[in-house]
């Protein structure tokens, strides 16, 4: 329990931290804000209002603090260019951005688990030489040129899958998932190639600890010490990089939505920088930030709660 | 005495490294009877632990052995497969290591752990194993032990973690059990106990045990006899009072006289001169010339024999080869 | 054995060895010259003449892909430098002085992580424009996190060693601890995350250009170059090809290095 | 008695415990719970202990390489904590450590040479010339020579990194010297051989040993005075010919009767139960919850401390005034 309040604590404080570096980058914005948002040819009412609009005419703490009180209430601001309140604009978007997101963390689970624990059985002097270069290439590759691949191969060449645009999952399950595939299997593949890796190095480190000495002396099969014992120790600390890669995903969809043209978080936050709609992209900042926190925070107390030596201290 | 229970003669065992070969234990020959406690006692290096390992086949990858036979039961065990050696271990042989910290899964409860030897090797039922895992921690003198029976092994203090070791060791049976330095790693008070408990295990049951140990005090209170491991050789061995009192290798004698005690104090202590060669160091001839202050010719070049010199006490040492036994 | 299980490293080599020797040829020498248009001439494919073909305006891609590299690697170097600069500081001081310095500085490193891959570089670009400098400096705060993480867990550890304490008890002040005893052994993981964040550095940027955010024209980019190649994808798919898997050999190059590294690190301890 | 060197007054060290335990409150490991003794000039003070008794945080206060929670360490009469910058960085030539692992003992990075020379140059002695005639005298004390100016620490044998360790103690020619289970990770041949060397550089330079170990024998034999620690409390403290034959405290008691090299079986004395956890010692006497003698005031009452005739004392309730001494 006390654990879980620590984490609470610092959970919080550094959603506040975050909250603050957003708020005071967006105040480092160079000129008036007013008048770079209306361009230099604006009429200095027009500027004015704007100002007022955004309570320029306050103080930065003032802001800060009215902002967050904002926040707590679920009013995340007004968006200049759609002129609506920033949070109807993000539920629009989230669904997309959301599906994006668990397609692709299923798809990491689903290939990138299997393969780990498929490696580390038959692991050998070329299996681990070709695993590591094969791995290393799906790190390394661009997911957005991963996805250009794949639309030139699955979409121009063999017409399998639609290159942009998206299907509601209400108006069609199939076509939905058609269209969110290809995008989610371009931001999976270096979170794949991750999972991979880094499950195959914990099973095969946990495979040298003494205790799996002891299961081996009491005469068990290898495949009863493998599932039975080594597989669990070794998801312990798969589990710890879940966070990271949950994060890895969402900043994936930020550019993939773009490459397939679908109108989620990330494409809207590229539209709002471009048109310099600021309050949009700043509560969509702290939006994103937080979720990986909350995200981070839950992985943390699984953590803790699949692990008994942790369990019961708390 | 009777036929003995495992006979290891001439096994060899070689390292294989980037740049070669190397003989990590050469003609290894020895016997434990059966109701027998027998201590193997050596330096770092010497081989007593790759000597445990490889009668129970779990040598590390790139260790083979390349010559000799392991007989147990009058069967050749280095002829197994993997799945006949699943059916010796644990069931025939079972071992305990030293390190109790880290010898037991984090994650399964201490029950499980030692229930899970009577899961493969026994057709009892889920209830009937729990009654006998319980039996088993009591009789390795595990308090509470329904309690403890659903504990991790990080609520254990090493003394406790050890003695559920034990009874993993001991649940199914075995005719032979071996202790690779079992109690080095625990406190003085706390190897206090599970030496008794060493002590009770050999007076009420009747299995034979390999006891490996660094430690002379150790072996002269758990031992019948001992074998006297140096570079990969047993160069001694006999009855532990014997080897004690009257050690006939140079090696065993200058090991014995450098262990401090109190009533050397103010004397300098005994040294063997240099250090114990590396694997790639060893040469032929005797291993323990190149050290030895009686080192004679031939000790270089010859391989010294094993020499019986009086009832189980034998010696591979040229200073006892030729003209019998000389003055000691 | 040893020899098979560092092939991967030296392919990173390598890789990295003719991306380096390219980025130094393109300076002297480019087949065409990289910003020169030919309308006769645009989207054609792969010939003796432009080996990888010619964009949407007939610009020789190989000669730009060169002059990319220029580019990849000032970005690359430059958001290092800063990364390790200010990480290496900031986790020196966490992890040597501890306390609550510590406490503060492992929450700020903390809130930086929460920004998921390029979202702080984007949101630092947003408020302080695009173009290359920014790019870089952006890239560069992005990367303080990691080197500040790595540096202060190094210190941590081997503070408290015996050679270390057995120095403090020799007279040892706290510069002679941190640059005799504590660097040197923490050097090789803070350069094996070096090569890590140089890899990440030409990630970034690619997406960051790509999303029109990074390096603008004239300067060349590949991920600008992707950016204008995505429209052709079906009528000139060598562009797109091309020039992403510039981009994938050089953070490959640099992975297998920093891995390679790490094993050899891995192996002395 | 000669002048004491050090003095350690009524030291404690509480060490406050991360998070995570069920009460809420801060928890504090008891480290050291109280220690008074002093050192004299030129002697061997052993400081025997479990694991978890304080041994080694009572040799890293007394170097101030951890700060005392409270309690005065005095070295020639003056508190330690008093030193100016200048003065401490002076005192730091008297007062050196070797620790156990000599594989975490010598920084990996630097040459012997390097690592021989880091002690002179923050102390600015001598010139280039001056120092090289130094480190090859040191390198030739400890019993190596030129060859391994240049090596590294990860070649070098155990103990040969453990006189590396000794020689870049001694280079400053200290006059007290911390040995924290400096020879417990050797083998018996070469931890026979450092005893030997510490013994002989102990005669020829008048050190004073604080000699931290859990090997009673090796205790016994290197000691002129014995401290007996248990749960960061002082149990006794004696000489050796009376601690070592004649111990008083029950707990030293049952800790030399498990010396096994000597004592036969019926004569131990088997303590039972789990060494408590440091942070959560028992009230009263630290000892009560496993001793044989344990009395009603035992539990509530911490003994003072008695002296016993000569430099003999014993923390005990046996001994107590008000008490019949029944084990005398």
């Known amino acids: ?314 | 005495m009777s036929t003995p229970l495992l006979a290891v003669e001439n096994m060899n065992v070689t390292f294989q490294f980037a740049d070669g070969k190397y003989k990590a234990l050469e003609d290894i020959t020895f016997s434990v009877f059966p109701d027998e406690v027998i201590g193997i006692v050596g330096e770092s290096g010497c081989g007593k632990s790759l000597t445990s390992q490889a009668i129970l086949g779990i040598l590390p990858d790139n260790a083979a052995v390349k010559q000799g036979k392991v007989s147990y039961k009058e069967k050749d065990l280095l002829k197994y497969n993997e799945r006949e050696w699943q059916q010796v271990r644990g069931k025939e042989i079972s071992i305990i290591f030293q390190e109790p910290m880290t010898a037991l899964n984090p994650l399964l409860t201490i029950g499980k752990q030692i229930s899970e030897v009577l899961k493969k090797h026994t057709n009892l039922s889920k209830s009937e194993r729990k009654k006998r895992t319980i039996e088993m921690m009591q009789e390795v003198g595990l308090p509470r032990a329904e309690e403890l029976y659903k504990a991790y092994p990080h609520q254990l203090s090493g003394g406790m973690r050890q003695r559920v070791v034990i009874a993993i060791a001991l649940i199914a049976e075995p005719d032979l059990i071996i202790a690779d330095e079992p109690t080095t790693a625990l406190d003085v008070t706390i190897q206090a106990q599970v030496l008794e408990l060493f002590r009770k295990i050999k007076l009420q049951r009747k299995s034979s045990m390999i006891f490996i140990s660094h430690d002379w005090g150790v072996i002269r209170h758990v031992c019948d006899r001992v074998l006297v491991m140096y570079a990969g050789h047993i160069v001694e061995e006999g009855t532990v009072s014997e080897i004690l009192k009257h050690p006939k290798h140079p090696y065993t004698k200058g090991l014995i006289q450098s262990i401090p005690d109190h009533r050397k104090r103010g004397m300098e202590l005994y040294t063997i001169p240099g250090k114990v060669p590396s694997l790639q160091e060893r040469k032929g001839g005797c291993p323990f010339a190149d050290r030895c202050l009686e080192r004679m010719e031939q000790c270089g070049e010859l391989y010294p024999e094993s020499r019986l010199l009086e009832g189980t006490h034998a010696v591979k040492c040229h200073l006892y080869t030729k003209s019998g036994v000389t003055t000691s | ?269 | ?328």
């Open chain 1, 1 to 314: 329990m006390r654990y879980i309040l620590y984490k609470l604590s610092s959970f919080f404080f550094t959603i506040v931290m975050v909250s603050v570096i957003i708020f005071f980058v967006f105040q480092l914005l160079p000129g008036n804000p007013a008048q770079i948002i209306l361009g230099m040819d604006a009429e200095p009412a027009q500027v004015a209002q704007l100002e007022k609009q955004l309570g320029l005419d306050r103080s930065a703490v003032e802001r800060y603090l009215d902002w967050v009180a904002g926040l707590f209430q679920g009013d995340l601001g007004e968006s200049l260019r759609y002129q609506l309140p920033v949070r109807d604009i993000l539920m629009d978007r989230i669904p997309i951005t959301a599906s994006l997101a668990i397609l692709s963390l299923i798809l990491t689970v689903c290939m990138g688990l299997p393969l780990g624990i498929l490696i580390a059985r038959f692991d050998g002097k070329w299996v681990s030489v070709m695993l590591n270069i094969v791995t290393q290439l799906g790190i390394s590759i661009p997911s957005f040129w991963f996805g250009f691949i794949l639309i030139l191969v699955f979409g121009v060449i063999l017409q399998l899958f639609p290159t942009y645009g998206y299907v509601p999952w209400s108006e069609n399950f199939i076509g939905a998932l058609q269209s969110f595939f290809l995008p989610s299997l371009a931001i999976a593949i270096g979170n794949i190639a991750i999972v991979i890796r880094y499950l195959r190095n914990t099973i095969l480190d946990q495979a040298k600890m003494d205790y799996v000495r002891t299961a081996r002396v009491k005469g068990l099969k290898e495949r009863t010490i493998l599932y039975g014992h080594i597989l669990r120790n070794s998801l312990i600390p798969v589990l710890t990089i879940m966070g990271l890669i949950v994060a890895d995903t969402l900043g994936g969809s930020i550019i993939i939505e773009n490459v397939f043209s679908l109108p989620g978080l990330g494409n809207l936050l590229i539209q709002s920088i471009t048109s310099r709609d600021f309050p949009l992209v700043q509560s969509m900042v702290l939006y994103i930030a937080v979720l990986v926190l909350l995200i981070n925070f839950i992985v943390d107390i699984l953590y803790k709660i699949v692990d008994p030596r942790i369990r019961q201290k708390g």
């Open chain 3, 1 to 269: 054995m040893r020899k098979t299980k560092s092939i991967p490293f030296h392919i990173g080599v390598g890789l990295v060895g003719a991306l380096v020797v390219m980025m130094l040829i393109s300076i002297f020498y480019t087949p065409h010259v990289p910003q020169a248009m030919d309308s006769a001439n645009r989207l054609a494919p792969p010939s003796l003449d432009h080996p990888f073909g010619t964009d949407n305006f007939g610009r020789d891609i190989l000669s730009r892909v060169m002059e990319g590299s220029q580019t990849a690697f000032i970005i690359g170097i430059s958001s290092v430098v800063i990364g390790l600069v200010f990480g290496f500081i900031l986790g020196a001081c966490a992890g040597y002085f501890g306390g609550w310095l510590d406490e503060i500085i492992s929450r700020l490193m903390d809130a930086m992580f929460a920004f998921p891959g390029i979202l702080l570089a984007i949101m630092l670009i947003a408020v302080f424009s695009t173009g290359m400098t920014n790019t870089i400096i952006a890239l560069g705060i992005m990367s303080i996190p990691a080197f500040a993480r790595i540096t202060r867990s190094s210190f941590i550890q081997y503070k408290e060693y015996d050679f270390v304490k057995a120095s403090i008890a020799k007279g040892a002040g706290s510069f002679r601890i941190i640059f005799h005893h504590i660097l040197p052994n923490a050097i090789s993981p803070i350069l094996v995350a070096a090569a890590l964040s140089f890899s990440g550095a030409i990630l970034s940027e690619s997406g960051l250009s790509y999303l029109g955010l990074g390096v603008q024209p004239p300067e060349p980019s590949w991920g600008r170059m992707l950016k204008e190649a995505q429209p052709y994808i079906d009528s000139a798919p060598w562009y797109v090809v091309i020039t992403g898997m510039a981009i994938t050999l050089l953070v490959l190059g640099f992975n297998l290095l920093a891995d390679g590294l790490r094993d050899k690190q891995d192996k002395k301890v």
């Open chain 4, 1 to 328: 008695m000669k002048e004491p060197i050090v003095q350690v007054e009524n030291v404690f060290k509480h060490y406050k415990q991360s998070q995570g335990n069920f009460s809420g409150r801060d928890a504090y490991v008891k480290a050291v719970n109280g220690v008074t003794f002093s050192l004299y000039e030129g002697e061997s003070f052993g400081l025997v202990g479990e694991s978890g008794s304080g041994k080694s945080t009572i040799g890293q206060v007394m170097l101030q390489l951890i700060q005392p929670t409270s309690g005065v360490v005095k070295y020639k009469g003056r508190d330690v904590s008093t030193f100016s910058r200048k003065e401490r960085k002076a005192w730091r030539k008297d007062v050196q450590i070797v620790f156990q692992d000599p594989y975490s003992s010598l920084n990996p990075k630097k040459t012997v040479g390097w690592i021989l020379n880091e002690p002179l140059q923050i102390h600015k002695i001598g010139d280039k010339s001056y120092r090289k005639q130094k480190i090859m005298q040191t390198l030739e004390e400890v019993g190596l020579d030129a060859s391994y100016l240049n090596r590294y620490p990860h070649e070098l044998s155990g103990g040969q990194r453990q006189r590396v360790a000794i020689a870049s103690a001694i280079i400053l020619n200290p006059e007290l010297i911390v040995i924290d289970e400096g020879v417990s990770a050797l083998d018996v041949s070469v931890q026979a051989q450092i005893l030997n060397l510490l013994k002989s550089l102990q005669r020829k330079y008048h050190l004073t040993y604080l000699f931290i170990s859990h090997d009673l024998n090796v205790v016994q034999y290197f000691c002129d005075r014995i401290a007996v620690m248990y749960l960061g409390e002082l149990m006794e403290i004696g000489k050796t010919e009376e601690l070592g034959t004649k111990p008083k405290h029950p707990y030293a008691e049952a800790l030399f009767s498990s010396i096994l090299m000597h004592n036969e079986a019926e004569n131990r004395i088997v303590l039972e139960g789990d060494l408590p956890n440091p942070s959560n010692p028992p009230a009263g006497c630290p000892f009560h919850s496993r001793c044989i003698h344990k009395m009603d005031i035992c539990k509530t009452t911490k003994p003072a401390n008695q002296y016993l005739g000569g430099q003999h004392q014993v923390s005990c309730h046996l001994y107590s005034e008000n008490q019949s001494i029944q084990n005398a």
